[in-house]
Nanobody, 116 residues
Framework: VQLVESGGGLVQAGGSLRLSCVVSGLRFSINNMGWYRQAPGKQQRELVA????????NYADSVKGRFTISRDMSQNTVYLQMNSLQPEDTGVYFC??????????WGQGTQVTVSS
């Protein structure tokens, strides 16, 4: 199973980006997936948004109303639409898939930088 993120970049505050995470080696129809962010200087990755197998979505309080997670199962891709970006949204964004209850896989990450 491999995950490849794309769509990161440099954007001014108030701008938008859409991140993509393409999954190969697995047809995700019942897998939970999430987007995590690792802020500069921090080792821990925080959950930004998640979508579970039944389509329910969860968001960190800091991104509610601004970010939207979605999936296209025909493309085996999960997206993160990020609007009204703020400098505190800067970080490396990682995609994660839970393969089963005991194992998961990370992508390599994509850098998002928001300038003030």
């Amino acid at each position: 199973v491999q995950l490849v993120e794309s769509g990161g970049g440099l954007v001014q505050a108030g701008g938008s980006l859409r991140l993509s995470c393409v999954v190969s080696g697995l047809r995700f129809s019942i897998n939970n997936m999430g987007w995590y962010r690792q802020a500069p200087g921090k080792q821990q990755r925080e959950l930004v948004a998640a979508i579970i197998s039944n389509g329910s979505r969860n968001y960190a309080d800091s991104v509610k109303g601004r970010f939207t997670i979605s999936r296209d199962m025909s493309q085996n891709t999960v997206y993160l639409q990020m609007n009204s970006l703020q400098p505190e949204d800067t970080g490396v964004y990682f995609c994660k898939i839970w393969i089963n209850a005991q194992s998961y896989k990370w992508g390599q990450g994509t850098q998002v930088t928001v300038s003030s």
